[in-house]
C-alpha cells in the first residue's frame, strides 16, 4: 500500500478515536445552551481582535518575504495571505493554503525564487511555534504542580518538539552538507545548496529574525488573550494564565502532522485539560464552535470582498 494511504489512514483512525472521546465527555443540550448565552458584544471585540491579529501575521509574513529580496508590498501580502487563510479553512490541512501562497508569489514575478517563497512560509510558522514555546514556558511558572505534573506528557511532548526543529535549524549546515554527499544527483545537489544559501541570508541579519519572534509574540499574546475573552463571552469563569498555557500547549499540538489539521485533536486535549481544572467539557466543546466561527466570518468577508472587486472590475 501507498505510504500516503497509510499515513492517511492512521490520521483517520486518530479522528475517529477523538471524535469518540470528545462526544463520551459532551452533554451536547449544555453546548447549545452555552452557545445561546455568548455576550456578542465580547465576542465582537474578539472578532476584532481576531482580525488585528491576521493583519499582524500578514506584516510578520511581508516582512520575512522582503528579508529573503522578495519585494512586494505589504497590500499585495495581505491579500494573499487572505486567500492562503482561506483556502486552509475548507482543507483538512495547512499545507494548500502554504502551496498557494507559494505558487501566487511566483505568479507575481517569474523571477521571484519558489525557494525563497517556501522558507518565507516556513519560517513564518516556525517563529509562531517559537513564540508558543516561549508562552508555554512562562505560564507554566505560574501554574499549580499538580496540573503540570497531569499534562506532563504533552508538555515533554512540545518542547522537545519544538527543541528538535530548532536543532535542525541550528545543525542545518551540517544536515545540507550530508545530504548533498548522500544524494549524488547534480541537479538535487544544486536545489540543497540554493536552500543553504537562502537560510544563511535570512539568519544572516540578527535584528531581522528579533523582530520577527516580537511580532509573532505579540500575535499569539494578543490571539490568546481574545480566546481568553471568548471562554469568558459563554460564562467560563477561568484563570487568564490557565488559557495561556492551554492553548499554547494545544497550538503546538496543532502542528504535530497526526491528523487533518488538528481537527478532533485540538478539541479533544482541550476536553482533557478542562476536566483536570473543573471546567465543564459541554462548555470547552462550546468555545471550540465559537472559535471556528471567527474564520468562517473572516472568510466571509474575503468572498464578498472579491465579489465586490470582481463586479468593480466588470464595470
Known amino acids: 500500500m501507498n505510504k500516503k494511504y497509510l499515513i492517511n489512514i492512521l490520521k483517520l483512525i486518530i479522528f475517529i478515536f477523538c471524535l469518540y472521546y ?7 443540550p449544555n453546548t447549545v445552551n452555552a452557545l445561546k448565552k455568548a455576550n456578542l458584544l465580547f465576542y465582537s471585540f474578539v472578532f476584532i ?8 501575521s500578514a506584516f510578520k509574513w511581508n516582512f520575512i518575504l522582503n528579508s529573503l529580496k522578495i519585494k512586494i508590498n505589504f497590500k499585495t501580502a495581505f491579500l494573499i495571505y487572505l486567500k492562503g487563510f482561506f483556502l486552509n479553512f475548507f482543507l483538512p490541512t495547512s499545507i494548500g493554503g502554504d502551496s498557494l501562497k507559494i505558487i501566487l508569489i511566483k505568479k507575481i514575478n517569474k523571477n521571484y525564487s519558489a525557494k525563497s517563497a517556501f522558507i518565507s512560509v516556513f519560517f513564518d510558522r516556525f ?3 517559537i513564540a508558543l514555546l516561549f508562552l508555554l514556558l512562562i505560564s507554566t511558572i505560574f501554574i499549580e504542580e499538580n496540573i503540570i505534573f497531569q499534562v506532563k506528557f504533552f508538555l515533554i511532548l512540545s518542547i522537545i518538539f519544538v527543541f528538535l526543529m530548532i536543532l535542525i535549524l541550528l545543525l542545518r549546515k551540517k544536515i545540507f552538507f550530508l545530504l548533498r554527499r548522500f544524494i549524488k544527483v547534480k541537479k538535487a545537489q544544486k536545489i ?9 541570508n535570512l539568519f544572516k541579519e540578527k535584528h531581522i529574525i528579533l523582530k520577527i519572534l516580537i511580532i509573532s509574540l505579540l500575535f499569539h499574546t494578543m490571539g490568546i488573550f481574545a480566546h481568553y475573552l471568548l471562554f469568558i463571552s459563554i460564562g467560563i469563569n477561568i484563570k487568564i494564565i490557565f488559557v495561556y498555557m492551554m492553548l499554547s500547549l494545544s497550538r503546538i499540538i496543532d502542528s504535530f502532522p497526526i491528523s487533518f489539521g488538528g481537527i478532533g485533536v485540538r478539541e479533544s486535549f482541550l476536553i482533557y485539560f478542562s476536566g483536570i481544572i473543573g471546567i465543564n467539557s459541554s462548555y470547552i466543546l462550546a468555545y471550540s464552535l465559537l472559535s471556528y466561527t471567527l474564520p468562517v466570518f473572516m472568510s466571509i468577508f474575503y468572498l464578498i470582498f472579491n465579489l465586490v472587486k470582481r463586479i468593480a472590475f466588470k464595470k
Open 49 to 56: 481582535i481576531f482580525t488585528i491579529g491576521i493583519i499582524l
Open 127 to 129: 517563529s509562531g511555534l
Open 192 to 200: 540543497i545548496y540554493k536552500f543553504d544559501k537562502l537560510f544563511d
Open 22 to 28: 470528545v462526544s463520551s465527555k459532551i452533554d451536547f
